[in-house]
């Protein structure tokens, strides 16, 4: 996206509504905001089925990145190996944070159990620091530079590559979650602790296994983010663009931070582009404050209503 920021009202709202202009922008913000959405679903996973509000999961984004820094670039594994490893990698360490720390927190007031995970995005941030330094490890370089020609319009390779990717991963997390025992587990607890238990579901087992799924995304998130932008220590806050998306869409509903992702994400491009790329940093909260004006439970969310 080579082309000079538009400047002045009406040549802003002329390239508006200029579609070889636009289209471009669409599909990166698609591609952006599956990111999002991916993290957000991860972030929206565990609090629906823990309870636990974690703001540490931009932070797993950017450890995600790291370990792909060491499989694609240090070691050139390439993507296909790189990806499942990154995936299975940061489900491990999803387990480690359930079984090491956040298992002795159940019970605990919730403002203590969000500042443990501040306190683990802390320690993330400060222990790649250490292994990696401060310098900015460029791009990943695993998917294609190339553009192809859409009429008048470039699109990028990487950021179709980026889409599909994303789309095969959320097929296959709705069919685990639809098909499979620990799925039906999963949505079981999230619904109704008291329940699943009677039913003979150990919450403790389902709480693990939210973790690692929830870390995996972030940790293919990671991966993919960091074959579109430089792969730094301020890649953490993409959290702070994910978590609004997860409001945005639902704080309970699981599509819904999907979708809110790529609102988010398309948004945050279009308005870059035409008013200023200083603008991409409040879009996802300019969006949220706006849907908490209209629908505070977000485009899917369901107001609880408590029995008294």
């Given at each position: 996206?080579?082309?000079?920021?538009?400047?002045?009202?009406?040549?802003?709202?002329?390239?508006?509504?200029?579609?070889?202009?636009?289209?471009?922008?669409?599909?990166?913000?698609?591609a952006l905001g599956s990111i999002y959405g991916i993290v957000a679903l991860g972030?929206?996973?565990?609090?629906?089925?823990?309870?636990?509000?974690?703001?540490?999961?931009?932070?797993?984004?950017?450890?995600?990145?790291?370990?792909?820094?060491?499989?694609?670039?240090?070691?050139?594994?390439?993507?296909?190996?790189?990806?499942?490893?990154?995936?299975?990698?940061?489900?491990?360490?999803?387990?480690?944070?359930?079984?090491?720390?956040?298992?002795?927190?159940?019970?605990?007031?919730?403002?203590?159990?969000?500042?443990?995970?501040?306190?683990?995005?802390?320690?993330?941030?400060?222990?790649?620091?250490?292994?990696?330094?401060?310098?900015?490890?460029?791009?990943?370089?695993?998917?294609?530079?190339?553009?192809?020609?859409?009429?008048?319009?470039?699109?990028?390779?990487?950021?179709?590559?980026?889409?599909?990717?994303?789309?095969?991963?959320?097929?296959?997390?709705?069919?685990?979650?639809?098909?499979?025992?620990?799925?039906?587990?999963?949505?079981?607890?999230?619904?109704?602790?008291?329940?699943?238990?009677?039913?003979?579901?150990?919450?403790?087992?389902?709480?693990?296994?939210?973790?690692?799924?929830s870390l995996a995304l972030a940790g293919i998130a990671g991966l993919l983010f960091?074959?579109?932008?430089?792969?730094?220590?301020?890649?953490?806050?993409?959290?702070?663009?994910?978590?609004?998306?997860?409001?945005?869409?639902?704080?309970?509903?699981?599509?819904?931070?999907?979708?809110?992702?790529?609102?988010?994400?398309?948004?945050?491009?279009?308005?870059?582009?035409?008013?200023?790329?200083?603008?991409?940093?409040?879009?996802?909260?300019?969006?949220?404050?706006?849907?908490?004006?209209?629908?505070?439970?977000?485009?899917?969310?369901?107001?609880?209503?408590?029995?008294?």
């Amino acid at each position: 996206m080579g082309r000079p920021v538009p400047r002045g009202g009406p040549v802003i709202i002329a390239s508006a509504f200029d579609l070889s202009t636009n289209l471009p922008l669409i599909i990166g913000g698609i591609a952006l905001g599956s990111i999002y959405g991916i993290v957000a679903l991860g972030f929206v996973l565990v609090y629906k089925s823990t309870g636990v509000l974690n703001l540490a999961q931009g932070d797993f984004l950017m450890l995600g990145a790291y370990f792909s820094v060491t499989l694609l670039v240090t070691n050139d594994l390439g993507l296909l190996v790189s990806l499942p490893l990154v995936a299975v990698s940061m489900a491990l360490v999803g387990l480690a944070i359930h079984f090491s720390v956040m298992r002795r927190l159940v019970g605990q007031p919730f403002f203590s159990i969000v500042l443990v995970t501040i306190g683990l995005g802390t320690i993330i941030r400060a222990l790649l620091l250490m292994r990696y330094g401060p310098i900015e490890k460029g791009r990943l370089g695993a998917l294609p530079e190339g553009s192809f020609s859409l009429g008048s319009t470039k699109i990028l390779w990487a950021n179709l590559i980026i889409v599909g990717i994303i789309g095969l991963l959320l097929v296959g997390f709705m069919l685990f979650f639809r098909f499979t025992r620990m799925g039906l587990h999963i949505r079981a607890v999230a619904d109704n602790l008291e329940a699943a238990a009677a039913q003979g579901i150990k919450p403790d087992t389902v709480y693990a296994m939210t973790w690692g799924v929830s870390l995996a995304l972030a940790g293919i998130a990671g991966l993919l983010f960091g074959n579109v932008n430089n792969v730094t220590p301020q890649a953490s806050t993409i959290g702070l663009a994910a978590m609004p998306a997860a409001v945005i869409g639902g704080l309970g509903s699981l599509g819904g931070a999907v979708v809110g992702g790529l609102i988010v994400g398309v948004f945050e491009l279009l308005l870059g582009y035409h008013l200023g790329q200083s603008w991409r940093q409040p879009a996802a909260y300019m969006l949220l404050f706006a849907m908490l004006l209209v629908k505070p439970t977000g485009l899917f969310g369901r107001r609880e209503l408590d029995r008294v």
